[in-house]
């Protein structure tokens, strides 16, 4: 169940991937925290927070210059292992209304050799209300794929076939006497909330309120990303921070 | 409280200084009427170092005085500054009247001579306003502290950065004749002391003929001391020293090692067999206290000492976990004579002392020589009687151990202070500050940061590029330019680019980074019906704190020890743990990471010289004498130049056991690089264990076979080579070089540190050290906080240093033994508990392992088909 049409093949190890289905469609979660859906050949990537190294160097906390070029890097090999028709990003894929601007030329080149040869769609999120032209894809609120929904920022209540980001879910779990916060896939079958890819993102515990919100009756199923592969655990095993 | 006298008790007068080279006087100093008076009435006289500082200070000459505790160190460092305050108002003033200046690493010793200086001082009638500075004093104080301080001022470091870094630091101290640092050993080598001899860089910049008097227990090798308080010149010159003021070390300590009944353990840690023994030495004396290593062997030494308490002696627990209310209590308690006994841990090391504490008994070795002489200072204050110790091993190693600490502190040997580089960290926070400070010359400034000892011969390149990284954050990719928090002036000074990066700052101040704690509540004890669990925990009183990564492995349920009370975990709240009295018998205990020092170099060369000379076991206890001498019948053992290694076959795994004795950290290293090339060499292993003395690394292959086939060459297994590819692949991975750059990375302002009150909700927004440490390895390996942090893993966590010199010194010296069996002395470190699995894939392990449970309890495999 794990081969995935587009694969290159040679990770067939049983946790590399998850395969599972959101109102119905299958969708498989991807160790890299992207989610792809095998019938519409579109990979999905939420929060990549592009330049938010140098936002944060405008509030005079230096951090690396570099998160942009790691993100844009990691998002090159998912890309290439799936070979998608298209790319959707779930929005805040720039970290603020000015990161387009900071964002250097080496990385812009990276964008746009992502984009040749597929479709590319930005969604719009609230760090990035307005994305330009220049950067190229084009554009949009939401996006319909069949019976699956894409769109930022998860809706409260029941949404069947709703696939957001905007959160950042994170778990904290305890295993082998080791504790550990990682992100996280979270869904119920019905909707799924992406991990942000973005290189220095942190996480929400799944466990907070925010996610009560999204899964009214507190069921829900937590996919943890790991160095090699995507985990399911089970709900005893997470904590709160 | 009577804690730390400023008054010399009436003896002692006979004992004069061993060294001092300041008195070059030909008449005796003559004190003022009104300070003679005193003493006089008290029936006092002044002792020769005090009076040596005296002169020393009137010929406007620095100094460091070292002299054990009890001989009116500190007094004999404010003398000065009381004569003076007795003469005429000398000369104009210049600034804001702040005079002395007093440095202490605990804020809480700041207070404590705050108070006790007040009294010297009333009764003399100087007009002298003293005041205390620390983190606890009210924001109003410190606001008139600038504009109108007192004339003696009592402080810690951090708050001695603050305050050069402000705007008025010129005002504030252009009066300042004299800086007194206290326990100046213990803050020199540390990055706390690389920042405060930054602070006394700059003090001197501003009060020209600045004086500084330097307080320190007595240590290996003064000179180091000597050079840190002396301005050195610039580069190419001989290092400069001030003059020392050596008092002898009073009556020769009376230590002795606990001789037991019992049969001596192989491996344990906790000396739970010492007991009774530990219970009658504490019965015999007015008040012990009992050191212990770590907060761990605190909690289980205190909660056995209660067990076998039938006399109910009163004992408390002191250590850096439990909640400061409690800790101030019992420190009154023991002021006030109500205590028989106290376990304590490093807490008590330094400093105050609260009581009149007779003995100190030692559980498990003292891992050096120097720690073991300040503790058992700690018992008996008057110069010429005896301190009297009792140690007490845990196991038949430290028995080894306990032997050459007390063979060093009866020749009054130490171990040597480690000359350190300066932390690049540090300076980049200097930097930040000497420009909130105002706009800075760079020239200027790197002459002036280079007359401090830690970065004496930093070169221009080195200090350009820590101006970098506190102006953009040092990158090679030049992205942060228009960003940067120092921006030129029109004559090519350096000024801080917004009022923002000022604020910055003073919430960054120091290099203290505390691993995050959270706090432990008690509450009601939920009840076993379901319904009972929903019901709100009501929290209680705090009982004390403990490491977040520690409560991360807690479960609801779980049992643990802190405060010496069993509490079971209830819940988690808001960054707190909830938890009520447990009943459980065997409670499972929390391990407290740090706080565990590795036997130092010094002690681990006398360990070595007595194994190799037998006739020098008759000291030793019978059951250690024989053990040493069965080791000779079935193995050998080592010369005090070579490395032992041998290998066995062991409860079914091949074993290779190599005796160091380098320490817990350096072998750790060690370990970890040898399995990594065992596994390359084709030995599979499967997993390691360091101690203090020795190493095991176990696995699936016949490694003596291997050896003697020449499958494995031992010597090029031990090359110095494996520090290169080997290491750095490691460092890579390991959770070691991620803390301490982590550390690094917050105290030269590059990530922000966590406030309290602040981290909730602020997961989505924190950018882990972690991220940025492999960002940096990837993207930016030159980068000089990686630079910083392999510097101070080399020193620190990963004791890299030490091993190379290891390495160095047995190339061509390894001795290999195959075995039949283990050989006697491989028993203790094959019965350590906590192994640790080989890679770092365990972490990967353990989540596809929960992962697979998970998925067979709902009938799946691990890929997602049914099970059949």
Redesign the interface.
Known sequence: ??AVAGMTGTEAR??CT??MQIAGTEVVADRSGALYVPAEHTLIVADLHLE?G?A????????????S??TLRRLADVVARYRPRCVVALGDSLHDRSAES?L?SVERAEVSDLQTGRDWLWITGNHDPVISADLGGAVAASLHLGAIILRHEPTPGDAPGEIAGHL?P?A?????????RRPCFVGNGMRLVLPAFG???????VL?QAFATLFVDHHFDVH?L????V????RA?L??? | MATRPLIPAPDAERRTPRRARAARRSTPTVLPVPIADWFAAKGWTPRPHQLALLDQARARRSTLLIAPTGAGKTLAGFLPSLVAATGSASGERKGSGLKTLYISPLKALAVDVARNLMQPIVEIGLGLRVETRTGDTPQSRRTRQRTRPPEILLTTPEQVALLISGEDAGYLFADLETVILDELHALVPSKRGDLLALGLARLRALAPGLVLTGLSATVARPTELRAWLAPQPCADSAIQFVDVVELSGGARPDVTILETEDPLPWASHTARYAVPDVLAAIAKHRLAIVFVNTRLQAELMFHELWKANEASLPIALHHGSLDVAQRRKVEAAMAAGKLRAVVATSTLDLGIDWGDVDLVIHIGAPKGASRLIQRIGRANHRLDEPSKALLVPANRFEVLECRAALEAAEAGAQDAVVNRRGGLDVLAQHVLGMACNGPFDPDTLHAEVSTALPYAGLTRAEFDRVVDLAA????A?R??DR?A?LKPTDDGRLRIA?P??AQ?YRLNVGTIVESPMVKVRIVGRRGASGRASSKPLVGGRIVGEIDE?FA??L?TGDAFVLGGETLRLEG??D?EVFVSRATAKDPIVPSYPGGRFPLSTHLARRVREMLAEPRRWQSLPTPVAEWLRLQQQHSVLPGPDEVLVETFLHGGRYHMVAYPFEGRLAHQTLAMLLTRRLERAGAMPLGFLANDYAIAIWGLRDLSTMITDGAIDLDRLLDEDMLGDDLDAWLAETSLMRRTFRHCAMIA????RRHPGKEK????????AS??YD??R???PGHVLLEAAYRDAATGLLDIARLAEFLRRIKGRVRHLSLQRASPLAVPILLELGREAVGGE??????????E???R?VGL?????PTP
């Not at chain 1, 944060?56 to 998160?67: H, N």
């Not at chain 1, 985990?231 to 089970?234: E, F, K, N, Q, S």
């Not at chain 2, 302002?749 to 922000?752: K, S, T, V």
């Not at chain 2, 909700?761 to 882990?768: A, P």
């Open positions: 169940m794990t049983s946790f998850r395969s938010k140098s944060s160097a405008r509030r005079g906390i230096m951090l690396p210059p570099y998160d070029r790691e900071r250097g950042h994170a904290r779990v305890v295993l082998g006497g080791t504790g550990m290189t220095f993102t942190g996480g929400l515990n907070e943890v790991g160095q090699n592969g985990y399911p655990l089970a095993s904590r709160t921070d | 953009t954050g040092g990158y990719l992205a942060y960003f928090r917004h923002r990066v910055q990564w991360g492995e479960k988690f709240r960054n302002g590059l990530i922000e909700n602020g997961r989505q927004l924190t950018v882990s991220l940025v960002v940096l990837r993207h930016d365990a972490r990967e392990i353990a989540l596809r392992e929960a992962a449970e998970m998925l309890g495999a691990g890929d997602g088909t």
